[in-house]
């Protein structure tokens, strides 16, 4: 007698436990920081404009003056935060143009380099002492400290010049590859001073945070005792749900 097989399949549509995969919504840091903030103007909008708040906000020592130093701590790191993501642009917008330059250098140098080793492959000598430089894959620093050897020791070689004209790289085609090479040198250096501006600026948005937050901090402590028995105004001021 043969057995029933009790295994249930599954219908188009259906799933098992086994086949569900739990999936977590990775955390955006920006955006995180985006709630941080609006929480803050909100906070500091009701702190001024709201009467009940105002004057509770005073009576725990809280006035006018204290409320106007955390607005200027808030707007110090709004505009600290601003020239953050001005600069992280910079950072990304560079380093993209950097990489494109150099993937042009590359490709012109490579074509030199197997034009050079065609002509050169009778004097071995001569090639080792130009020390070019084509494999792709090197690593940029290496890479570019044998090019500026290759190409200042080429110029000194019009005989070698003369012999890759011959196998269709003429001088003007040397010429646009070591132009090519020296704009990726510029974007490299243009890349290196928009990664220390953006770290400048996000040391400066760090700072201005502590400060701020510290600030924050400590209103939110007393004016979450202060408002006890408003749980509307705390819940207007995200004081139940807060992660300051």
């Not at 250098?105 to 492959?121: D, G, H, M």
């Not at 945070?209 to 408003?230: C, F, G």
């Amino acid at each position: 007698m043969t057995k029933k097989n009790k295994t249930k399949q599954n219908t188009t549509g259906e799933t098992t436990p086994d086949d569900t995969k739990k999936t977590t919504k990775k955390r955006n840091p920006g955006e995180a920081f985006e709630t941080k903030l609006a929480v803050g103007r909100n906070t500091l909008k009701l702190s001024a404009d709201d009467p009940g708040l105002k004057a509770c906000a005073a009576s725990v020592g809280y006035g006018a003056g204290k409320i106007a130093q955390g607005q200027a701590y808030f707007d110090a790191l709004n505009t600290t935060y601003e020239a953050q993501k001005t600069a992280y642009t910079a950072q990304l917008n560079a380093y993209t143009k950097y990489m494109d330059l150099m993937k042009v250098s590359r490709q012109k140098n490579s074509r030199i380099v197997q034009a050079l080793r065609l002509v050169l492959r009778d004097d071995p000598e001569t090639l080792a002492n130009l020390k070019p430089a084509d494999l792709t894959k090197i690593a940029y620093g290496p890479w570019s400290e044998a090019n500026q050897y290759f190409f200042k020791r080429l110029v000194d070689l019009p005989a070698v010049t003369g012999l890759l004209a011959g196998v269709g790289v003429p001088q003007a085609m040397v010429d646009e590859a070591k132009q090519a090479f020296v704009n990726t040198q510029a974007a490299e250096t243009a890349h290196k001073n928009a990664r220390a501006e953006a770290q400048r600026a996000t040391a400066a948005k760090n700072e201005a945070y502590s400060v701020y937050l510290k600030w924050m901090r400590r209103y939110i402590n007393v004016l979450a005792a202060a408002l006890v028995d408003d749980p509307q105004m705390r819940e207007k001021l995200g004081i139940v749900a807060r992660s300051q």
